[in-house]
């Protein structure tokens, strides 16, 4: 009775985006061996994000593997009026990501993987592109790499 009311009481620190779900089969001896492989966005919405990869033979373990893995990587993230910086292209592989600053108001103009970064970093007035590759990990790995390299 005490654990449950303690643990409810609890506030969760960092908000929680799984970006994608990959099932994955392996051919054996025996069958087929599924497992799954998640990623993850993690983030305090007050300037700090991370991404983690899990990998696990049921979805939930995934999503708590990569959620694992993305808090102890975190990175801090400059952000200036609810905005970043200044302009910035990035290419990471395929991905080519575009990222800009947007006037107070504008909102998160984003598609999926660069929204789920970005919202969990906090930033709250964005405009971006995705130039390169549709595939969301590459995407999400190119978004991070851009608000890894900003200054303030």
Do not use: C, W
Request: no cysteine.
């Amino acid at each position: 009775m005490y654990q449950q009311n303690f643990q409810s009481s609890q506030i969760k620190e960092f908000e929680e985006k799984v970006v994608q779900v990959n099932r994955i089969s392996k051919k054996t001896t025996g069958g087929n061996k599924f497992g799954f492989s998640t990623i993850v966005v993690v983030g305090d919405k007050k300037g700090r994000v991370g991404v983690g990869l899990g990998k696990a033979p049921d979805v939930a373990s995934a999503i708590r593997k990569g959620a694992s893995y993305a808090k102890k990587h975190l990175i801090t993230v400059p952000i200036v009026k609810g905005t970043i910086p200044y302009d910035i292209l990035i290419k990471r592989g395929a991905a080519r990501v575009l990222l800009k600053p947007a006037r107070e108001g504008s909102g998160i103009i984003a598609g999926g993987a660069v929204r789920a970064v970005v919202e969990a970093a906090g930033i709250r007035n964005i405009s971006s592109k995705v130039l390169g590759t549709k595939n969301q990990a590459s995407n999400v790995y190119a978004t991070l790499e851009a608000l890894r390299s900003l200054k303030t």
